[in-house]
């Protein structure tokens, strides 16, 4: 463990435990965003509320709309710590929103702390990325020092459903020489993540009485169908994309998953409509519009004489590209290095899920990574936990790297 103060320590647990209780899931990102805003403003060079205009849910790349939101109580926050000008300039995001409590989570919104462990919905994904970055800030005050470049810091509302607060940012404007997106990475550098598409497929039949064959088309075993053609697809889409670097480790980086399948409303009637829902992970070789079109194509292809003529395919929640840096990308050795200073594992991977990275690699031009502490395996789950310590270390390995000119 690094060296670190007790006033510190004590500081960032508060934090966390204060943003633990706060129930930010979407749309109620607001008393989070302004608790940080507090802790943060006298110790930043700026420190803002960005409110989203609601005309952001007509941008091509918003994912999963619903009707009657509006972001008027749901602001980003931005926060910049001025560097002397010696520097590389650093943009960091990490977001304020959760997912709601699990199945059997009784008080996800009470945090726990046993054994310098803390538990609560959102200890590690993400707002125990957001105390990793307030421990930033306060071991730079506490060494005394101002980092060679700007730190920007973004923690955004919405990236569990698909990214949208980050797209604002995106939209704003946003420069830096590096990106670094805070998610439970067990302190792994990720320079390559996959992407996903969320899909909704909805299948046509012709609907009949369980007595009568002539003429019934089930939409339910049109939409059998219509998944085994899906399963086709994901195989050809993996067998293209062997070869990555980092992604190869994995029997399937790039999942495919059927969340959802309804049909019908009595046993003894053939369903004229049936509804798939589910999510197909990518590899960043492919983007998302090329998915789009290639599932499209697929169920017109090898489908039956029916199917190819009586579905309607569309994307309206998470549409998320994958990215990737190459693994001798300065930003990533001069991050190990940190890690290695901190005597941290040292250890660089690809991200099997996804996240907000894609927006600052792809559509700001920034090179980036994800990285941070705490686990994937214990985010959403009714167990989810983040070591305080490995917050402190995470936050240590960051403030050498900044003072080392984040490269």
């Not at 983007?287 to 009586?310: A, F, K, P, Y």
Request: hydrophobic share 40%; net charge negative.
């Amino acid at each position: 463990m690094p060296q670190i103060s007790q006033e510190t320590k004590n500081a960032v647990r508060d934090l966390l435990m204060e943003l633990i209780r706060i129930p930010s899931v979407r749309g109620q990102e607001g008393p989070a965003a302004r608790v940080l805003c507090d802790r943060l403003e006298s110790l930043a060079d700026r420190c803002e509320l960005i409110a989203i205009d609601d005309a952001i849910m007509q941008d091509p790349d918003y994912a999963f709309p619903l009707a009657g939101h509006t972001y008027r109580d749901t602001p980003n926050l931005e926060c910049v710590v001025a560097g002397s000008g010696q520097g590389r300039s650093v943009v960091f995001n990490t977001h304020l929103d959760v997912v709601p409590p699990s199945e059997g989570q009784t008080h996800a919104y009470d945090p726990i702390e046993e054994n310098g462990m803390i538990f609560g919905r959102g200890a590690c994904d993400a707002k125990g990325q957001v105390a990793t970055l307030y421990a930033l800030i306060l071991l730079l005050r506490e060494r005394g020092v101002r980092p060679p470049g700007d730190l920007t810091f973004h923690f955004v509302v919405e990236e569990e459903n698909g990214g949208n607060g980050t797209l604002a940012m995106i939209r704003r404007g946003v420069r830096a020489d590096a990106a670094v997106v805070l998610e439970p990475s067990e302190m792994s550098i990720i320079p390559a993540v996959r992407g996903a598409v969320w899909f909704d497929l909805k299948v046509l039949g012709r609907a009949a009485h369980s007595g009568n064959v002539a003429g019934r088309i089930s939409a339910l075993d049109k939409a059998v169908i219509a998944m085994q053609a899906l399963r086709d697809y994901h195989d050809r889409l993996l067998a293209e994309s062997r070869g990555l670097p980092l992604f190869d480790e994995f029997a399937d980086p790039m999942p495919l998953t059927f969340g959802m399948l309804t049909a019908g409303n009595w046993p003894a009637s053939v369903p004229s409509v049936a509804e798939l829902k589910g999510v197909l992970g990518f590899l960043p070789n492919h983007h998302r519009h090329e998915v789009h079109e290639g599932m499209r194509q697929t169920l017109r292809s090898q489908g039956d004489g029916w199917l190819r003529d009586h579905f309607d395919l569309t994307f309206p929640m998470l549409n998320s590209d994958g990215n990737v840096i190459p693994v001798h990308h300065p930003l990533v050795t001069s991050l190990r290095a940190a890690i290695r200073k901190n005597q941290a594992p040292d250890r660089v991977r690809a991200m099997t899920a996804s996240c907000d990275a894609w927006l600052y690699n792809n559509q700001a031009g920034i090179p980036t990574v994800v990285f941070g502490p705490g686990s994937l395996s214990h985010a959403h789950s009714k167990e989810e936990q983040i070591k305080l310590d490995d917050i402190l270390t995470a936050a240590s390995v960051l403030a050498d790297w900044v003072m080392d000119g984040a490269a």
